[in-house]
């Protein structure tokens, strides 16, 4: 494109942003924050929860969330204060100088309109379907078929690839990714993040990338800024930054990261008896598509198994249907050898229900946002104050947190009471459904952590379901591998990760160990 990469055209200077309370005054959310990208760069930042992180972002694109205050500093975008521009001024900039793709994919889509539909309501009415399929195609999706889908008729790595394709159709000079790949598998959140380097290579537009993720700002951000309550405590040169940490915060960061060849629990096999069985099941998804196909599989009191798989590949459709939320379509699975899982929610007895218990991947979800913890906690296991004192002490929270609301709570401390809740249950076996894919690296270090305690002083069989195999592998004992319904492989961590025998997990593997940063 012939620019001058070394032009400047973000640039934080002094900002201060506060939000304000009745009770506790100002609390600051960035404080005295420079940041500085020049045309053609790409930086990567990351951060923990509440870090800032994503206010920046925002601050960049001209937008102060409802109830923050910028009390100090100025935010220059092409060399204008993009926060003093007019809303008409900052409407033109966007799409043609500036261009956000936000973290969630189904909020970023009309269901109703079709892909061409959304390209004629960002760029106009007049925009050639020539045009629309040469962008669509430098962003990985070749062929007209494309035109006339719906979002629902897209993947999520498709749906992710048209959001790129529509960023940049205008060829913006900026811009700005939240948290990218976070609702994508590994293997096709690996293939979008290779078309956005290979796209920011060959445009020489300038890059933010907003990720907890260090794995994914490490394959596409040449600087990296880290940032901790509210502040930069480092910022770098990326493979720098991830080798050789200055600060104390980055370095428990990048240790943080799980490792294919570092456990976080020693592993043990040498279980015996049988707590969970499936003899050739069958889950249907809808009135014909084979969500599980034939699948086979044995779990013991006390072992930990993981299950990995792509969308689609039926991790949840099985832990669905072992809590009795989905039907089963034929072949075998039951409980502790003599209990039918096959059984309805509603006809399944109280000591069936308490001894198979679910933590979803979003708390949010799970948790009512008008009802304290406390409240959470009993509502369903009449448990007294003590009881939920010492669950939460287990899971590494005190006492304090019984009147907390979870929009008083961070996403790691919304999932422990969660996990809490199924613990007063005093279940046999524990289902866990991508528990850590929202939190930050420390975070999901800490929950693993607890998981690992837990497992070890109440012996809990577990069934861990993650994209992440290196998180899989640092703390199971043996892994399931899915795709398409159908168990396509199965070993102890060691066996998987030193010898896969199937094409799909060699590449899970070769992907997780691409994205070892340390």
């Known amino acids: 494109m012939g620019v001058d990469a070394t032009s400047e055209i973000v640039e934080l200077r002094g900002v201060e942003v506060v939000v304000r309370g009745v009770r506790e005054g100002a609390r600051p959310i960035l404080q005295s924050v420079d940041f500085r990208v020049a045309q053609g760069e790409s930086v ?8 800032g992180k994503s206010t920046l972002l925002r601050l960049i694109a001209g937008v102060v969330s409802q109830g923050l205050h910028l009390q100090g500093g100025s935010v220059s975008v092409f060399g204008k204060s993009i926060l003093e521009s007019s809303a008409q001024e900052r409407e033109e900039m966007y799409g043609k100088s500036l261009a956000l793709v936000a973290q ?11 892909v061409l539909s959304h390209f004629r309501d960002t760029v106009g009415s007049g925009v050639a379907n020539e045009e629309v399929l040469r962008s669509l195609a430098e962003a990985g999706l ?11 008729q897209l993947s999520g790595g498709e749906r992710q690839r048209v959001l790129l394709a529509l ?13 990218p790949t976070s609702a994508l598998d590994v293997s096709i959140a690996d293939e979008v993040l290779k078309t956005i380097k290979d796209l920011q290579t060959r445009h020489r537009f300038a890059l933010v990338c907003v ?9 596409i951000a040449d600087r990296l800024v880290v940032m901790a309550h509210g502040q930069i405590v480092e910022s770098g040169k990326t493979a720098q930054v991830l080798q050789r940490p200055g600060n104390g915060y980055t370095q428990r960061l990048v240790e943080s990261i799980p ?9 043990q096999n040498n279980r015996v008896e049988t707590v969970l069985e499936s003899r050739e099941l069958t889950i249907f998804r809808g009135e014909s598509t084979r969500a599980i196909d034939s699948l086979s599989f044995e779990i013991r009191k006390g072992e930990v198994v993981g299950i990995i798989g792509e969308s689609g590949s039926g991790k949840s459709s099985l ?21 039918d899982l096959a059984t309805t929610l509603k006809r399944r007895s109280p000591d069936l229900l308490s001894s198979i218990q679910m933590v979803f991947q979003n708390p949010d979800d799970s948790l009512n946002p008008k009802c304290s913890v406390a409240r959470s906690l009993g509502r369903y296991t009449n448990a007294s104050r003590e009881e939920m004192v010492s669950v939460l002490s287990s899971v590494g929270l005190d006492e304090r947190f019984l009147s907390r609301q979870p929009s008083q709570m961070s996403g790691g ?12 249950a005093s279940p046999d076996l524990l289902l866990l459904d991508e528990i850590t894919s929202a939190l930050d690296v420390t975070v999901q270090a800490a929950v693993m952590k607890t998981l690992s305690n837990l497992q070890r002083d109440l012996g809990v069989a577990m069934i861990l379901v993650s994209h992440d195999i290196a998180l899989i592998a640092s703390f199971v004992d043996k892994i399931l591998v899915l795709r398409n319904g159908q168990l396509v492989e199965q070993g102890t961590s060691a066996e998987i990760v030193e010898s896969p025998r199937h094409e799909y997990t060699r590449k899970l593997v070769s992907i997780a160990r691409q994205k070892s940063v340390a």
């Open 104 to 114: 969630s994919l189904g909020e970023s889509m009309t269901p109703h309109l079709t």
């Open 44 to 51: 990567g930042v990351v951060g923990g929860s509440g870090s």
């Open 211 to 219: 990720s907890h993720d260090l794995g994914v700002v490490s394959q």
């Open 413 to 424: 401390e919304k999932q422990r009471v969660a996990l809490a809740r199924a613990l007063l």
């Open 259 to 267: 490792k294919l060849d570092r456990r976080v629990r020693q592993a």
């Open 167 to 179: 960023a940049l159709i205008r060829s913006p000079r900026l811009l700005l990714l939240d948290e």
């Open 142 to 152: 070749a062929g007209e078929k494309y035109l006339q889908r719906y979002p629902h």
């Open 319 to 339: 832990l669905s249907a072992i809590c009795g939320l989905v039907p089963i379509e034929s072949g075998d699975l039951r409980f502790r050898r003599d209990q």
